[in-house]
Structures are given as C-alpha cells and as structure tokens.
C-alpha cells in the first residue's frame, strides 16, 4: 500500500467554479508509488481547475494531470477504470 493522499477536497474553489473533481488509477486506490501522479476528472472553469490543480501539486508534491470529460469520452476504456475504481474530491 502506497502513501495516503491529503484532502485535497479542502483545496477545492466554489461549486460554481468547479462542479466534479474525481481521482482516479493508483491514485484513487491507495496505490501511490514514489514517482507516481495523480490523475484527476474534473469538469468546471477551466482557470479554477488550473489554479486547483497547481494547489495540489504544491501540498501533495506530485504531479497532477487533469483530463477533462470530452477526452475521457475518447477513452472509452478509461471511463470504465474511473467508475470501477475512483476517489471523488466532488460529485
């Protein structure tokens, strides 16, 4: 089991600015390797997500990719990973 993750919920703007914020891969699951990222699904203003995102990079100290849900409905595979195994910062 890899290192727990911070709430990165506490981080998170208002509703209005960013409407769902999911973590999902190894992340989600407790599975975090020393070089591992975070994937985040987030769906919101586009300038909210970036200033969350960089917030959490500086308090987690890892990367954090942000996909948006026009890629992931590119991804049909990925779509299924997420709602099988995903952490939600905001439904």
């Known amino acids: 089991m890899g290192p727990e993750l911070p709430d990165l ?11 769902r914020c999911v973590i999902y891969g190894s992340a989600s699951f407790g ?8 994937d985040v699904l987030a769906e919101g203003d ?12 500086q308090l987690t100290r890892r990367e954090v990719n942000v996909s948006d849900v026009d890629y992931m ?3 049909p595979m990925m779509v299924q990973q ?5 952490s939600p910062v905001r439904r």
Do not use: F, M, Y
């Not at 599975?31 to 990222?37: I, K, R, V």
């Not at 586009?46 to 990079?57: Q, R, T, V």
């Not at 997420?82 to 995903?86: C, P």
């Open 9 to 19: 919920g506490v981080l998170l703007p208002k509703e209005n600015e960013l409407w």
């Open 82 to 86: 997420i709602l099988d195994n995903r």
């Open 31 to 38: 599975a975090l390797g020393p070089n591992s990222d975070i």
């Open 46 to 57: 586009a300038k909210a997500i970036a200033a969350w995102a960089a917030e959490a990079e």
């Open 73 to 75: 409905l590119r991804q």
